[in-house]
């Protein structure tokens, strides 16, 4: 069985950081890229970062480019979101995928609550 289980969202003023985790189980992570992507209030789901298999290569949307960080550790099963200089936009579930920038993976976790106030 395989579970995506997202942690680390909380209430953060703006200009403030948050670091979020996704532990993989039941899956053969160090093949696929991972992604994270977020819903926010009234909104549809949007792409927000991807990494590569190998954590050697990475792309953002332009809306959190150089703010946000993905990484990944294949010993742990685990990918992070690192959010710096947050801003109230940012307010959104959050949810990894075993998938690139298309969003098209088998698997989703139950996402992660970010809160962002101004």
């Known amino acids: 069985q395989v579970q995506l289980v997202e942690s680390g969202g909380g209430l953060v003023q703006a200009g403030g950081s948050l670091r979020l985790t996704c532990v993989a189980s039941?899956?053969?992570?160090?093949?696929?890229?991972m992604a994270w992507f977020r819903q926010g209030p009234g909104k549809e789901r949007e792409f927000v970062a991807t990494v590569n298999w190998h954590g050697t290569r990475t792309s953002y949307a332009e809306s959190v480019k150089g703010r946000f960080t993905i990484s990944r550790d294949n010993v742990k099963n685990t990918v992070y979101l690192q959010m710096n200089s947050l801003k109230p936009e940012d307010t959104a579930v959050y949810f990894c995928t075993n998938s690139d920038s298309t969003g098209r993976g088998d698997y989703w976790g139950q996402g992660t609550q970010v809160t962002v106030s101004s």
């Open positions: 039941g899956l053969n992570f160090g093949v696929f890229s």
